[in-house]
T-cell receptor
């Protein structure tokens, strides 16, 4: 059972546009929602993260919007650039009984392959 | 080191052989995680270590998979009797401590691309 559903699988946007990537989750125990960016041949890198007590978080051109009642969160990239072309993963974590409330692993969405055309 | 180092970066092996993948986390990071990334399937959590201890091994795909960590540092993921479905990129990540994945997240290595032929 996939616990974090991500869409779309791929996305092409013109430079300067605002790509939006959506994720939905089922487990209400999730309490941490990061986004990772991955370039070819590299491991994923943390981009931005949010906790469910806020509805929006901005870091530079990247914004997470969070809707707790709908169990959805999304990533917006403002003024997108060709260098933003990458695969983006949303993820969620649940408090673990093994680690006193920390994460014993992130559950990732399947990723969105984003292309920003010049 | 400055980042998470994984070796080898690429490994081609024959079906039925055993392989060992190595992860060298960031110095001082007590938590270490293994993920598997298959084409179009996202990242699948396999196992994590807090120090040398792996509290939950249920994420390992089969009993052919095992992992250990020694000295609170280097970890090895071993796959015995490899099968073609084991072909994937195996990613390692580390964080300061298990409770500290918050705003710092994990730092991932570049992965080992395993191809079983």
């Amino acid at each position: 059972q996939q616990q974090v559903k991500q869409s779309p699988q791929s996305l092409i946007v013109q430079k300067g546009g605002i790509p939006i990537i959506n994720c939905a989750y089922e487990n209400t125990a999730f309490d941490y929602f990061p986004w990772y960016q991955q370039f070819p041949g590299k491991g994923p890198a943390l981009l931005i993260a949010i906790r469910p007590d806020v509805s929006e978080k901005k870091e530079g051109r990247f914004t997470i919007s969070f809707n707790k009642s709908a169990k959805q969160f999304s990533l917006h990239i403002m003024d997108s650039q060709p260098g933003d072309s990458a695969t983006y993963f949303c993820a969620a974590s649940i408090k673990s009984p093994y680690s006193g409330g920390g994460a014993d692993g992130l559950t990732f969405g399947k990723g969105t392959h984003l292309i920003i055309q010049p | 080191g400055a980042g998470v180092s994984q070796s080898p970066s690429n490994k081609v092996t024959e079906k039925g052989k055993d392989v060992e993948l190595r992860c060298d986390p960031i110095s001082g990071h007590t938590a270490l995680y293994w993920y598997r990334q298959s084409l179009g399937q996202g990242l699948e959590f396999l196992i994590y270590f807090q120090g040398n201890s792996a509290p939950d091994k249920s994420g390992l795909p089969s009993d052919r998979f095992s992992a250990e960590r020694t000295g609170g540092s280097v970890s090895t993921l071993t796959i015995q009797r490899t099968q073609q479905e084991d072909s994937a990129v195996y990613l390692c990540a580390s964080s300061l401590r298990v409770l500290d994945f918050g705003d710092y997240g994990y730092t991932f290595g570049s992965g080992t691309r395993l191809t079983v032929v």
